[in-house]
């Protein structure tokens, strides 16, 4: 197999024809436990895309209102139609997280506009350089500036208004790169910060009845996506990755990330605390190395 692949729907078919990767399950449960999140407000930070943006949709779908965050206008506005689409109420700011103030200005946005905070899913994250001799300190730096220092933020601005809350919930999005050696060490001890984070909040914040947990996703196929861009350029190299690390012979899907996250940040997960879920299908290796 080589060239490109242009679309997630042709990377599904030539990918599902090699054997390597087959289509996700498009199964879609509408019976279920109601999680108790109606009425609640949610804040999701890396919102506009991704893991972030699908999980906004999931709770809104659940009854939470929802803040979103994005830099970028357009798609900002784009994501707060589609969650406005749910019935819910949205807020959606513009804004830099990474900027001094960013984070406080996003979550006071969120609590003015809605009321109240009882969730907040911190997704934001990120690399910056490149394997580990072609590194800068400075890549180092903005590698837990985006990832494990925008969780602390966050999380310290929030904790006022979900100590309010009867059913207060954090989820940190880390990675499985957090746990296992992998290429791209500046992003894998990020994410193991984020990982003793929500393990040390955990019990910090228990008196503010405040629950901290983990989710650590595998590797996730989206349209737009990392893996689906190497996908496309590097077929033949990410379907031997697929065949050597994926027992289930597939990546994992938004869906599959999203209804866990969800899950914990719901009264019904009210005695999950200080865990890390990992959320991979059972996968090996965590990433491959790029060139």
């Keep these: 197999m080589s ?52 999980t906004a949709l999931t709770l809104a779908k659940e009854g939470c209102d929802v803040a979103i965050c994005g ?3 357009e798609p900002l506005d784009q994501a707060a139609e589609r969650l406005a689409a749910t019935g819910r109420r949205v807020t959606a700011s513009q804004v830099d997280l990474l900027e001094p103030g960013g ?15 009882d969730v907040v899913v911190a997704n934001v994250g990120g690399t910056f350089g490149g394997n580990f001799l072609e590194t800068s300190p400075a890549d180092w730096l903005k590698t837990f500036e985006v990832n494990l220092v925008h969780a602390v933020r966050v999380i310290q601005a929030a904790a006022p208004h979900l100590a309010r809350s009867d059913a207060a919930s954090v989820v940190i999005i880390a990675s499985i790169s957090g746990s296992r050696p992998g290429p791209r060490a500046q992003y894998g001890v990020a994410k193991a910060g984020e990982i003793q984070l929500a393990s040390s909040l955990a019990r910090e914040l228990a008196p503010q009845r405040i629950r901290v947990n983990a989710v650590s996703p595998g590797s996730i196929l989206w349209e737009g996506g990392s893996w689906h861009r190497r996908a496309t350029t590097m077929p033949d190299v990410i379907n031997q990755f697929v065949a050597r690390e994926f027992p289930w012979g597939r990546m994992g ?34 990433s491959i190395k790029l060139p």
């Excluded at 729907?9 to 990918?15: G, I, R």
């Excluded at 984070?103 to 609590?111: G, H, I, K, N, Y």
């Excluded at 866990?260 to 997960?269: G, K, Y």
């Design 103 to 117: 984070v406080e200005r996003f979550v006071s946005t969120a609590v003015e506009s809605l009321g109240r905070l």
């Design 253 to 286: 899907t938004l869906d599959e990330i999203a209804n866990v996250i969800t899950f914990l940040s719901s009264p019904r997960a009210s005695w999950v605390n200080g865990a890390n879920v990992v959320v991979d299908g059972a996968q090996g290796q965590p």
């Design 3 to 54: 060239g490109r692949v242009e679309s997630l729907a042709a990377l599904e078919l030539v990918v599902a024809t090699s054997g390597f990767l087959p289509r996700a399950p498009r199964a879609r449960y509408t019976t279920g436990m109601d999680l108790g999140l109606h009425g609640r407000v949610a804040l999701v930070t890396g919102s506009t895309r991704g893991i972030g943006h699908h």
């Design 71 to 73: 830099r970028t206008k």
